[in-house]
Nanobody, 117 residues
Framework: EGQFVESGGGMVQPGGSLRLSCAAS????????MSWVRQAPGEGPERVST????????SYADSVKGRFTISRDNAKNTLYLQMSSLKPEDTGLYYC??????????WGQGTQVTVSS
C-alpha cells in the first residue's frame, strides 16, 4: 500500500487561491491516473479532478471547471491542484487518490480547505 502526504490547505476568503500538493510514495506514481477528492462535513466524497498517468488528459467536476487546474510532476512523485476563485462551497477536506480508488479508503490525512469571509 502506498502513502500520500497532502499539504497546502488553509483558510481563505471567497475569491482567493490555494495550491494543494500531494507527495506520493510506496508505488510507481507515474503508472497511475490520479484524482483529487474532497469531502465536506456530512457529505459523501466528490471527485474534483483526474489526470492521466502521463498528465496529458485532465477532467474536472462541473462545480470546479474553469477554476481548478490539476497537474503532476512524475519526477517528483507529486500531484498538484491549483485552485482559484474559491467559493464557500469549496470548503472541505481534500485528498489525493489513485483514480480507481477515489471513493477510499484514503492513504493520507488530507488537507483542509476553508473558504469563508
Amino acid at each position: 500500500e502506498g502513502q500520500f502526504v497532502e499539504s497546502g490547505g488553509g483558510m481563505v476568503q471567497p475569491g482567493g487561491s490555494l495550491r494543494l500538493s500531494c507527495a506520493a510514495s510506496g508505488f510507481t506514481f507515474s503508472n497511475y491516473a490520479m484524482s483529487w477528492v474532497r469531502q465536506a462535513p456530512g457529505e459523501g466524497p466528490e471527485r474534483v479532478s483526474t489526470i492521466t498517468p502521463g498528465g496529458g488528459i485532465t477532467s474536472y467536476a462541473d462545480s470546479v471547471k474553469g477554476r481548478f487546474t490539476i497537474s503532476r510532476d512524475n519526477a517528483k512523485n507529486t500531484l498538484y491542484l491549483q485552485m482559484s476563485s474559491l467559493k464557500p462551497e469549496d470548503t472541505g477536506l481534500y485528498y489525493c487518490a489513485q483514480s480507481s480508488s477515489w471513493r477510499g479508503p484514503y492513504w493520507g490525512q488530507g488537507t483542509q480547505v476553508t473558504v469563508s469571509s
